[in-house]
């Protein structure tokens, strides 16, 4: 890229990112009032077709359920992410061999994998196209995995009650997500996740952890605030686990059940969800400690200009 293409994209990307850290309120106030119904209307037919051209690209596997292109949203100066480069996930390891084959097809040269030790240790390694190898980049949990593992092997239903009931399984999820922000250790994992999404030379890349929803669901919103996609958006891509993951997670519930090792097992629930209520931790944590998402970008993850122009230049068109 030449350097006054990447002037002109350094540009660009401190411009989106200033305007992606305004309100939507801030807009309609600004609005004049007249003519507000016929804006109005052409507003919300402007959000339908978006919503319609946005809808998220889920690929089927019958080993994972939350595998998806993050591509194909438009961001606040007109672009529009590419799809077919980056892809979030659940774990890989349960993938049946059509899975295989489905993934291979996606061209990918690196698959990232957030899980920790004990995770990879409990639910085995990716299963992968012949050729690929996993980079473990270990995001911490503070600990929720273990503790997961040791309530329900205790088969105790009044330890499960003190472990995880009371808001207590929702405060924990609040502390992971301000880990995200707030740990040297995981901020440097999302980082150079992100310098390799910037680089060029890189082929499609995945990223996941164990449900690829909250590690994983917490690079995929810094990635597309970073690519200058709005707000809310981004908390909608979030929010879409939910929706993928309900059947899954109902049944593990069941199972739990009709084995005996749970008699409430919606204990889980806070566990199994996303919740804007932990995105919000995090983004809490974020402005505390670097005062917007743009210090977030260069300040907590070290990411500069040059970097961040790299990464709209190769993810929008």
């Given amino acids: 890229m030449s350097r006054a293409r990447i002037r002109l994209v350094t540009a660009a990307t401190a411009a989106a990112l200033a305007v992606g850290t305004l309100p939507a309120a801030a807009y309609a106030a600004a609005a004049p009032g007249a003519g507000v119904s016929a804006r109005h209307h052409q507003q919300q037919h402007h ?5 319609q051209a946005e809808t998220i690209r889920q690929i089927p596997l019958q080993g994972a359920v939350n595998l998806r292109d993050i591509g194909g949203y438009r961001t606040w ?3 529009q992410v590419r799809q077919g480069l980056v892809y979030r996930s659940d774990a890989l390891s349960k993938l049946t061999d059509a899975d295989v084959t489905t993934v291979s097809g996606l061209g990918l040269t690196k698959v990232v994998d957030f899980r920790i030790p004990m995770e990879l240790q409990y639910d085995g390694a990716d299963r992968l196209p012949i050729g690929l ?4 980049r270990p995001v911490s949990d503070l600990g929720l995995y273990g ?6 092997g205790s088969g105790d239903p009044v330890v499960q009650e003190q472990m995880l009931g009371g808001g207590r399984a929702e405060a924990y999820m609040r502390d992971i997500y301000r880990t995200f922000v707030s740990s040297p250790e995981n901020r440097a994992q999302f980082a150079a996740t992100l310098r390799e999404i910037a680089d060029g030379r890189q082929g499609p890349v995945l990223y996941h952890c164990t ?11 810094v990635l597309l605030r970073a690519l200058a996609v ?10 879409a686990s939910n929706t993928f993951r309900a059947a899954y ?20 629930i806070p566990l199994q969800e996303v919740r804007q209520d932990y995105l919000d931790s995090a983004t809490a944590q974020l402005e505390a ?10 300040q907590g993850l070290g990411l500069d200009l040059r970097t961040l122009a790299k990464l709209q230049a190769r993810m929008v068109r």
């Fill in 47 to 51: 959000q339908q077709q978006q919503q």
């Fill in 77 to 79: 100066t007109g672009g």
């Fill in 133 to 136: 190898s996993p980079t473990s």
């Fill in 147 to 152: 503790t997961l593992v040791g309530a329900i």
């Fill in 211 to 221: 449900s690829g929803k909250d590690r994983t669901g917490w690079m995929s919103y």
């Fill in 230 to 239: 709005p707000e809310d958006t981004a908390e909608r891509d979030y929010l």
């Fill in 249 to 268: 997670d109902a049944r593990v519930r069941a199972g739990l059940k009709q084995s005996g090792r749970m008699q409430n097992p919606d204990l889980l």
């Fill in 289 to 298: 400690d670097y005062g917007s998402f743009y210090g977030y970008l260069t």
